[in-house]
């Protein structure tokens, strides 16, 4: 198989906007987190994030903006830009980063390498050398134990190109997507390229070219042809699309071969409508795209499950999904347990925002956080008491106060069910 070549978006970041890494006075005219969210929708394999802070209060401002945005783009990030000390390091990590890298141009930063690579793992250390020169010290940087070197020289030339392949390192390099990116990408140690894109333009359209090419980037292929699918009567497959992150179903479409080989083209889904007898591009006229998380197809193969993004709604009407209107319901208890969670952590902060007479949750929120961890600290010492006792129901009914203190917690420091998902899932 051959090995996808990733296509990063890189932006810096100065007083909570997104500044253009080749012009660090020119601003994007997106806002920071639509930005964001757009590249990880639009094929971008993962986000660059310089920090252009320049006082302590814009740079924790900044590390807050690097929180939303790994919480929304839905790739991984490399945050970076400011360290003065390893607590920086940590906290670009913490706000979600997959790796954060340290500028070799300044000595104090590579006096930092092998510190935070012991400390957080080299995997999470990656080397910034702003120009060529720094080449010849790549090998020391690895020494140090940063696993990538990031090459920020900008302008590509060939000269560089020979130079970087010389090196037994791992490489990102930083630059325009111009004529040299082909050779770029097919040099063996560069597994990656940072580009400088206008916030308009899908990185899909560039993959797509550079796939023609003979370069291994991450595309969707699908592995049954649009000829072994159950079409209907017309030459169309149903389609089911749901919210990839609630699962909620948002409309029932249909989808001919153009539609379907569109949809994996661009990666935005593209349906055939049958009023109009035409492609329809969702959201073409409304801004609401679906962006494709997934496609499925059921067991008799007349039938697609797609999974997306959903931008705005999914209805005409304005709904978020096209099935609103109950017909008949039966009352049941919701047992989800991430559906349960989201639902309890939503009264709480609900409380915290719209307090109410009478309520142990506002006591909680008025004592303050002192005394959130104190229960939290009974409600943990209650399991563990409970665990001793050989009727585990004990145990079910501690686990669920500790799980509500944990959840006010939550609310007060301003964690997610979704940060939590989230972090697990990169364990």
């Known amino acids: 198989m051959m090995e996808c070549k990733k296509i990063i978006a890189g932006f810096g970041i100065r007083k909570g906007k997104a500044v253009r890494l080749d012009d660090r006075a020119a601003y994007y005219e997106k806002g920071l987190l639509e930005l964001a969210r757009f590249y990880g929708d639009s094929g971008a394999d993962e986000l660059f994030l310089l920090d252009l802070s320049e006082s302590e209060e814009d740079h924790e401002k900044t590390i807050g903006m690097m929180k939303e945005i790994a919480r929304l783009s839905d790739i991984p990030v490399i945050a970076g830009g400011r360290v003065k000390r390893l607590e920086d390091v940590k906290k670009y990590l913490y706000s979600g980063a997959k790796a954060s890298f340290l500028d070799a141009g300044l ?8 510190e935070a690579s012991d400390r957080f793992g080299d995997d999470k250390v990656y080397a910034y050398l702003p120009d060529c020169s720094y080449l010849e010290s790549a090998k020391e940087y690895a020494q140090l134990g940063a696993s990538v070197m990031i090459l920020g020289d900008l302008e590509m030339a060939e000269e560089k190109l020979l130079k970087v392949a010389q090196c037994k390192e791992v490489f990102l390099l930083a630059g325009s997507a111009g004529e040299l990116l082909p050779a770029v990408l097919k040099t063996e140690n560069v597994n990656g390229f940072i580009g400088i894109f206008d916030g308009e333009a899908s990185c899909m359209d560039l993959k797509q070219d550079l796939k023609a090419g003979g370069i291994g980037v991450d595309t969707f292929e699908s592995p049954v042809s649009f000829s072994q699918f159950k079409l209907n009567d017309h030459g169309l497959i149903p389609v089911i699309t749901q919210d990839y992150r609630t699962g909620q179903v948002l409309m029932l479409a249909y989808m001919n071969e153009e539609a379907f080989q569109t949809t994996l ?20 006229t409304s801004g ?3 962006y494709v998380k997934s496609l499925s197809i059921d067991c008799d193969s007349d039938t697609l499950l797609a999974k997306v993004n959903q931008i705005g709604a999914a209805c005409h ?6 099935f609103y209107t109950d017909l008949v319901k039966k009352e ?9 969670f989201e639902d309890v952590l939503q009264v709480i902060a609900d409380r915290k925002k719209n307090p109410k007479e009478g309520s142990y949750t506002n006591y909680l929120f008025d004592k303050g956080i002192d005394k959130i961890l104190k229960k939290l600290g009974e409600e943990a010492a209650e399991i ?3 665990a001793k006792n050989p009727n585990s129901e004990e145990v079910k009914y501690e686990i669920s106060d500790f ?8 609310v007060q420091k301003g964690v997610t069910w979704e940060d939590i998902t989230r972090e697990l899932a990169n364990r």
């Open 403 to 410: 799980l509500y203190h944990m959840m006010v917690l939550m």
């Open 107 to 114: 000595e104090e930063n590579v006096d930092l390498m092998k």
């Open 288 to 290: 609401h795209y679906q």
């Open 332 to 340: 049941y208890q919701e047992t989800n347990p991430l559906k349960v």
């Open 317 to 322: 009407t304005g709904e978020k999904t096209c």
């Open 384 to 386: 563990i008491i409970a």
């Open 265 to 284: 083209r661009t990666g935005c889904m593209t349906y055939y409508s049958r009023s109009r007898e035409a492609l329809w591009l969702k959201g073409e």
